[in-house]
Nanobody, 120 residues
Framework: QVQLVESGGGLVQAGGSLRLSCAASGHIFRINRINVMGWHRQAPGKQRELVASITSSGSTNYADSVKGRFTISRDNAKNTVYLQMNSLKPEDTADYYC???????????WGKGTLVTVSS
């Protein structure tokens, strides 16, 4: 059973930065079928959307709305994936969820989320 635990959310002013962390319960990329991890977010009244993802080979992908501001990275030794968020905007306010799965079948495992609030 894979467990993902997010941390690092909080309240920040517009233009500020936060770093989210997602700690996995084990060597997650060694688990069969898991070859991608990602950060998703859901704002009140909106659908959940992909923010950024990183594959087992290190390839990254970003939503257009965060390109140039957010950076996803991983530390294999710590089984942790990070999301560095800079130049935050009020529209980045949302619950942020870490997920793991496969590029072919989608995300199978989800964390409980961490709230990011950006004030104007």
């Amino acid at each position: 059973q894979v467990q993902l635990v997010e941390s690092g959310g909080g309240l920040v002013q517009a233009g500020g930065s936060l770093r989210l962390s997602c700690a996995a319960s084990g060597h997650i990329f060694r688990i069969n079928r898991i070859n991608v991890m990602g950060w998703h977010r859901q704002a009140p009244g909106k659908q959940r959307e992909l923010v950024a993802s990183i594959t087992s080979s290190g390839s990254t992908n970003y939503a257009d709305s965060v390109k140039g501001r957010f950076t996803i990275s991983r530390d294999n030794a710590k089984n942790t994936v990070y999301l560095q968020m800079n130049s935050l905007k009020p529209e980045d306010t949302a619950d942020y969820y870490c997920a793991a799965g496969s590029q072919k079948y989608g995300m199978d495992y989800w964390g409980k989320g961490t709230l990011v609030t950006v004030s104007s």
